[in-house]
């Protein structure tokens, strides 16, 4: 006889792409392009929490934080929320009604190149895995996922993966493994800042943008170059963050947040100082790297 649980909450991280090669599109994927990327979870967490209503009752979705971005305005359409999309795919999968209220404390930045709507559905997927009882093996609920978003896969395990096909198929990679091993030696790990915008980049033009002018020569990320077209701020905080010390600094999938991995306390107040003084970012927070998924059973 299983317990009856009425609320579940889950810490989501943000993702971001340590490298990210992009392909040619298919038709097949709606225009998706080809990816070989590295995702990688990073400490910046939105936390949903899905609580059980009365039978018939129906969704609910209440929208909490300071950096709302374009959500703030999407009371109208909260049925295009991907907290929304992902519980209705789950009802529909599992033979549940959706009478599950929502609530998602956002403090990812929005349209920044974060996932941080991925992460928002990776977070409502997880919850009501624990909160109908259905205990689905990763796969199952990764299948889930897949039909929503590239990235939404990826967010239901965080850590490090490996992402082909348009970003869906994931391989999770050993913190103690080679690539891992090879990526923290270049400096892809451990304590980094997020260099924030209020402006935001849509996904769909990033790459149509990359379609026209194609990837920089030495970009890991193939969208950066792009990302910069549409953004110039996030070339200007890579530059700075690179001349101030940092092992790392790119813009993060597609942008415009700019990520820095800043190794040691002089290099980060020096990456600090040098983004604040040159008001190239409009809000800096930093985290480490890298993250994880933590699920509670509330009530
Ligand atoms: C840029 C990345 O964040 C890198 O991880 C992802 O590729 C984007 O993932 P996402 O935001 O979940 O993207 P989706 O919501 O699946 O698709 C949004 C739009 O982004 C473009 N898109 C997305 C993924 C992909 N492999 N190729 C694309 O061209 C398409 O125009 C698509 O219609
Ligand atoms: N829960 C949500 N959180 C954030 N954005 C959402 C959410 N639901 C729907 N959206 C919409 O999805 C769009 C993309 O949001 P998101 O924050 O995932 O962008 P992103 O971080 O740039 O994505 P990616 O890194 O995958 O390119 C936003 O413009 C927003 O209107």
């Not at 093996?137 to 993966?161: H, Q």
Request: hydrophobic letters at 45%.
């Amino acid at each position: 006889m299983s317990v009856v649980i009425d609320s579940v909450s889950v810490d989501c991280p943000a993702k971001t792409n340590l490298t990210l090669h992009v392909g040619p599109s298919h038709a097949e994927w709606g225009g998706r392009h080809e990816l070989d990327t590295i995702y990688c979870a990073v400490g910046v967490y939105d936390t949903v929490t899905a609580t059980r209503k009365a039978p018939g009752t129906g969704f609910s979705l209440n929208l909490e934080g300071a950096y709302l971005g374009d959500l703030a305005s999407s009371v109208s359409d909260m049925r295009r929320n991907h907290a929304v999309l992902a519980l209705f795919a789950m009802a529909e999968a599992s033979g549940h009604e959706p009478d599950v209220a929502l609530n998602i404390n956002k403090r990812i930045p929005v349209s920044a190149g974060m996932a941080g709507g991925s992460a928002d559905a990776a977070a409502t997927i997880l919850a009501l895995n624990a909160l109908w009882n259905l205990d689905w093996p990763i796969e199952r609920l990764r299948k889930v996922a897949s039909t929503l978003g590239a990235d939404m896969p990826f967010c239901l395990t965080g850590g490090y993966a490996r992402g082909t096909g348009f970003g869906e198929r994931i391989e999770q990679l050993d913190d103690d493994g080679d690539i891992v091993r090879g990526l923290k030696e270049r400096g892809f790990a451990g304590r980094l800042l997020v260099g924030a915008y209020r402006a935001e980049l849509r996904t769909p033009e990033v790459y149509a943008t990359f379609d026209q002018i194609g990837a920089g020569k030495a970009d890991d990320n193939h969208l950066q170059k792009a990302a910069i077209a549409l953004h110039p701020r996030s070339g200007q905080a890579i530059e700075e963050a690179l001349h101030a010390g940092a092992r790392q600094a790119f813009v993060s999938g597609s942008g415009p947040s700019v990520i820095a991995f800043v190794p040691t306390d002089d290099i980060a107040a020096a990456v600090q100082a040098a983004w604040q003084d040159s008001c190239c970012v409009d809000r800096i927070i930093a985290t480490s790297a890298p993250a994880r998924p933590i699920v509670h059973i509330t009530a």
